[in-house]
């Protein structure tokens, strides 16, 4: 498979993933309104978690639908989201490098396959092996994966030259990683570190709760898919020049 049609598949594939996860947020949201209108029709339903051993009534389903919704569910998707992103950053630069392996000059190759090696001629023939190349594209990309977002799109930009996305657009998915990041290692409080990420964009300070309102959600959604088909049809347009 071409660079051209690994890169298409990446992005249809980031593109489902994203479809998916909204439609889940939508899907689960109406659910829930359905509980509501259930219980002010008068139906009653008495819920017991076994695991728990919480007994839920239908007063108290349809009082914690709102919670579930902008709570639970909406930082659920948001993080999913961030991951359907991440995941097709770092697959399309290691697809890059593995089609353009010139990008990788001056990278060493690792001391245990020097090791492996019997004789010289064997290190020599194992350095053009694409196994090789696989193992130090795939130790590139682990280590821009520890980095800010920022890193991330001038390391495209060094290696491929593809003029997007924009620094407001950049700006915006760090403050979306920097949001999700809170929610996975800090309970959601805002602390130092979110503030630094998300520099100008930050949406509140340390110490207080951030939240996902139903218009972040959607526009941080709109903003990944629509950066993921610029990316992608970019670097498409420059593989067939």
């Keep these: 498979m071409g660079l051209a049609e690994t890169i298409s598949r990446l992005r249809d594939d980031a593109i489902a993933a994203l479809d998916r996860s909204h439609d889940y947020y939508v899907h689960t949201k109406i659910a829930w309104r359905l509980v509501q209108r259930m219980v002010r029709q008068g139906h009653r339903v008495t819920i017991r978690n076994r695991t728990t051993g919480t007994t839920t009534t239908e007063t108290q389903l349809a009082s914690q639908a709102q919670e579930y919704v902008t709570g639970y569910l909406a930082s659920a998707t948001l993080q999913d989201f961030v991951a359907v992103f991440e995941r097709f950053v770092l697959d399309f630069i290691s697809a890059w490098l593995t089609a353009h392996p010139k990008s990788l000059a001056g990278k060493q190759l690792k001391f245990r396959t ?67 990041d809170l929610l996975v290692h800090n309970n959601g409080v805002v602390n130092a570190i979110y503030v630094a990420k998300s520099g100008v964009r930050a949406r509140s300070s340390a110490g207080e709760r951030i939240d996902v309102p139903e218009w972040y959600h959607r526009e941080s959604w709109e903003l990944m898919r629509q950066v993921i088909s610029d990316v992608a049809g970019a670097a498409i347009a420059k593989s067939w020049s």
């Design 114 to 180: 020097v090791l492996d090696s019997q004789d010289k001629d064997e290190v020599v023939a194992a350095v053009v092996q694409d196994e090789v190349v696989a193992a130090v594209v795939q130790d590139e990309v682990v280590g821009i994966a520890y980095g800010p977002v920022g890193e991330w799109f001038r390391y495209i930009e060094k290696i491929a030259q593809l003029g997007c996305p924009s620094k407001g657009e950049i700006e915006r998915i760090a403050e979306i990683k920097a949001t999700r």
